[in-house]
Nanobody, 115 residues
């Protein structure tokens, strides 16, 4: 059974930084895609960034140049370094793991950016 556990959310002032972590456990195949999504109240869940097991990355336009996704395959962990945070980045951030046609989600971690 696959589990994803996120950590690192919190309250930060605009312009500040946070680092999210997501640790995966269970049967994780070596070929997979891990990523971060976010969902603000009343809005649809949106992609923030993804990274393949080969470290190819994609980013939403709204976070390019400010957020960096990385992973440690040995630790089965994906990270999201968020810099220059803006109030509009306030959301619940969800970790995602995609492998062999299945998607797995973490429980979410709240990120709040005050102006």
């Amino acid at each position: 059974q696959v589990q994803l556990v996120e950590s690192g959310g919190g309250l930060v002032q605009a312009g500040g930084s946070l680092r999210l972590s997501c640790a995966a456990s269970g049967s994780i195949f070596s070929i997979n895609v891990m990523g971060w999504y976010r969902q603000a109240p009343g809005k649809q869940r949106e992609l923030v960034a993804t990274i393949t097991s080969g470290s190819t990355t994609t980013y939403a336009d709204s976070v390019k140049g400010r957020f960096t996704i990385s992973r440690d395959n040995a630790k089965k962990t994906v990270y999201l370094q968020m810099n220059s945070l803006k109030p509009e980045d306030t959301s619940v951030y969800y970790c995602n793991l995609g492998m062999r046609g299945y998607n797995y989600w973490g429980q979410g971690t709240q990120v709040t950016v005050s102006s």
